[in-house]
């Protein structure tokens, strides 16, 4: 049994230290630190019904060496990195000092330039393999429950995958007019992002928001998704070398699509510093701080998510279409850890990968990807801790 270190205390951090107090035949010390020691505490609160030590720290990451304070500190066996990606390199550079396993949900980025790309954390791979430790990046949903479906996919139905479509619906309804279901800084920028998507071994650009399809879903019906960039496009390619098209949409409402171009055409979903009354202020910041904090969303959002994949290509020279998705439910998340579905859905497999890691059955010594390692016990372990998926081989797209 270990010591986990949670760095983070939103939803995400919220779900995951839950989910890890629940599987206390793996975990048995969960610390939890962030900037903010009363959030950290609420957390620890939380997990007391469960048979695990739980403390609560305080810990600015950005600053490797506070990070590199607290692991020494507590020993952990891994860290679990559920703050937001500005903070993974500090992290990283901590758990390489340590000798320490690392895991994030999310590919590191710089506040100045919206975007993220792993290609930063990649080149610490030599680092963490001479440190004899490991890094799993992007073990929330989508990255990283979505790189496990094509890889099971893969796996069990296709000699070779063509076309792959990563869908992600939201058909819950938090009742405000606009409010982001994560960290709306995060969230604003990935969506006003240019779309982009990979074809014939090339990277392809459009504006942000502009092409669009219908989907026939389960449970939540038909949805208008959007096709965006997304982080776990560029580690899917790398380690599905054949497929010809990788691209990923996202659902949004005409209403919450309506608030969001009205913020971006007057400059609010900007990420360059503005003065304002002699004091430079990030306007997407500022933005964030009037917006509802997606943690107070829990009790007011109903309905269900469905993410999920879509792989076409051919087994025994057959073609063969898949479909392989999770419904989760928000009120039930809220029911049972007190967050909505957004932040169960990645604090379940941060917990699920980072107990693969402890227990060995995804092991290594370098920076990895999800795509990396053998899919089959991550499945199971949807199916045990709250996520569970289904299969299907028949069309969705309506138009
Ligand atoms: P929140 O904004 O709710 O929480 C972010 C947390 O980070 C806060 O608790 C904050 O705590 C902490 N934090 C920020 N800066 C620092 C710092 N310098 N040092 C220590 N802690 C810090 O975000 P979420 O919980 O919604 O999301 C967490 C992560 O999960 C994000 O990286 C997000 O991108 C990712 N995510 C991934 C998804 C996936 O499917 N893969 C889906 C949704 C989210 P404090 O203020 O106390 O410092």
Redesign the pocket.
Known sequence: MSTVLI???????SVGAQKCAQNNEVFKTIIVA???KS?CEAIVQRLKKYPVISIAEQ????VKENVVALIKKYKPAIVMN????Y?NIPIMEACIETKTHYLD??AAEVREKAGFEYSTQWVYHDRFKKAGVMALL?S?????VTSVFCMYGKKHYFDTIDYIDILDANGGDHGYPFATN??PE?NIREITMPGRYYEQGQWKEIPALTVKETYQLDEIGPKDMYLMYHEELESIVKFIPEVKRARFYMSFSEKYLTHLRVLVNIGMTSVKPIMYEGEPIVPLQFLKAVLPD??SLGPRTKGKTNIGVILQGHKNGKPVQYRVFNVSDHEKAYAEVGSQA??Y??GVPAMIGAALILTKQWSGQGVFNMEQFNPDPYMELLNKWGLPWKETFKPVLIK
């Open positions: 760095i983070g205390s939103g939803g995400v951090a962030s900037r903010t959030k810990v600015d990451a950005e559920l703050a937001l990606p903070q949900t999310a992007g929330g949903f989508d990255p990283g994560f960290n995060i997606p943690s957004i932040s859905t990645t």
